[in-house]
């Protein structure tokens, strides 16, 4: 048991290596965004298709309710609360400044409705109330959003609070956005329906802030998510994702957004929307294998089998500039000899895709069936075998 999750965690790392487009390759030159940094994810294709400063510390404002979010459905997932289950609200949540949904010490709120209020009206009352519900204290649920980020591999992020006010140290980049807005889409994507939510309002409370902040998603009927955020210091940042039906793609082809430092709540929008329709016109989303299909069956030595399958348990899927898709090639990098044992899903290689002789991207690829030592006989044979050879 003990190798299986040392195999799933080991794939977890490959699949966070695919590499992105390559500066030498022929890249659409993406359009003027205003923004202090911005970034497009092809999320299907797990690919950068265009980024500016997005190494940038920025202070992320309300977009740190994103992290506050993905603990609290990892805590669902785990069953240590419960959507129906009732939270207080305390009096540290009450006074918070701010966007609010406008509750107090007087109710108690359902984690479901907490979550609407975090989501579509970027409540800070919420947040905290949530991040009390889950982490016992603010102080110690802000440890577990640090600790998070470093398991998700946010290098350059810092959390000081749950809910995104200015504080002196609160800082991410785009590129850690990047990489948790996605990693909260692939891990909970049964959550995902709270970010596409347009209005919202507790019962009993004023209807002053019920209308979910993204624009986008009165405007562009693909968009499903995720979240906004804006500070004085920060400005107007967003955090787009948008899902459409793409030829021969089951499922669609989803892109993310990300801007920051715009100069207003139409700007982030704007701009946003801009990214997002020139990524699925200016690169073709092209699948070159199906989910557990083998890439390539080589030999394996000293193994209970004489060849084992490289694959992915997902679609392999590649972006490249519009009307380019003729020139993909591909090649598997692997090591040779294969000596068994293998895990299921353990790397072994990857698959190379190059556009003419300019590097696309970069795929680890993993076994897709364990594969076991032989006995001891057939050990022996193949070492000889291999001396041989």
């Known amino acids: 048991m003990n190798r299986f999750v040392e195999a799933l965690r080991a794939f977890a790392v490959a699949a966070a290596a695919?590499?992105?487009?390559?500066?030498?390759?022929?890249?659409?030159?993406?359009?003027?965004v205003a923004a202090r940094s911005f970034l497009l994810l092809d999320v299907t294709a797990n690919q950068t298709l265009a980024q500016k400063d997005i190494d940038a510390a920025v202070e992320p404002a309300s977009l740190t309710k994103l992290m506050t979010a993905y603990l609290v459905f990892d805590a669902l997932r785990a069953q240590k609360i419960t959507l129906t289950q009732t939270l207080p609200v305390s009096a540290r949540a009450w006074k918070m400044p701010g966007a609010r949904m406008f509750i107090d010490p007087k109710m108690q709120v359902p984690v479901e409705d907490l979550l609407k209020g975090l989501i579509v009206q970027s409540g800070n009352d919420a947040t905290v109330a949530l991040a009390e519900g889950v982490g016992g204290t603010v102080e110690h649920f802000v440890e577990l959003m640090n600790e998070q980020a470093k398991a998700l591999g946010m290098k350059n992020t810092t959390y000081k609070n749950p809910e995104g006010l200015t504080e002196p140290g609160h800082t991410t980049t785009a590129r850690d956005l990047g990489?948790?807005?996605?990693?909260?889409?692939?891990?909970?994507?049964?959550?995902?329906?709270?970010?596409?939510?347009?209005?919202?309002?507790?019962?009993?409370?004023p209807s002053t802030n019920e209308t979910n902040r993204n624009l986008l998603l009165f405007r562009d009927p693909t968009v499903d998510g995720l979240k906004?955020?804006?500070?004085?210091?920060?400005?107007?940042?967003?955090?787009?994702t948008a899902k459409r039906d793409f030829p021969n793609l089951t499922g669609g082809r989803r892109l993310l957004s990300i801007v920051l430092g715009t100069a207003s709540e139409n700007a982030r929008a704007n701009e946003s929307q801009k990214l997002l329709n020139w990524g699925y016109t200016a690169f073709d989303a092209v699948r070159l294998f199906e989910a557990n299909q083998a890439v390539a069956t080589?030999?394996?030595?000293?193994?209970?089998?004489?060849?084992?399958?490289?694959?992915?348990?997902?679609?392999?899927v590649v972006a490249v500039p519009a009307g380019a898709a003729a020139r993909i090639k591909t090649q598997v990098?692997?090591?040779?000899?294969?000596?068994?044992?293998?895990?299921?899903?353990?790397?072994?290689?990857?698959?190379?895709?190059?556009?003419?002789?300019?590097p696309v991207a970069e795929v680890p690829l993993v076994a897709l069936d364990a594969v076991q030592q032989a006995g001891v006989l057939g050990r022996a044979w193949d070492a000889v075998r291999l001396w041989i050879k």
Not at 233 to 239: I, K, L, P, R
Not at 304 to 315: I, S, Y
């Open 18 to 32: 695919f590499s992105c487009l390559a500066a030498g390759a022929q890249v659409p030159t993406p359009p003027e």
């Open 179 to 205: 990489i948790l807005a996605t990693r909260l889409m692939r891990d909970f994507p049964e959550y995902l329906h709270y970010y596409a939510i347009k209005k919202y309002r507790f019962p009993g409370t």
């Open 228 to 240: 906004t955020g804006h500070t004085p210091a920060a400005g107007y940042g967003m955090v787009a």
């Open 298 to 316: 080589p030999a394996v030595w000293k193994g209970n089998q004489n060849t084992v399958k490289l694959g992915r348990p997902d679609a392999i």
């Open 333 to 358: 990098v692997r090591p040779d000899p294969l000596v068994a044992p293998f895990t299921k899903f353990q790397p072994v290689g990857s698959l190379k895709v190059t556009l003419g002789d300019e």
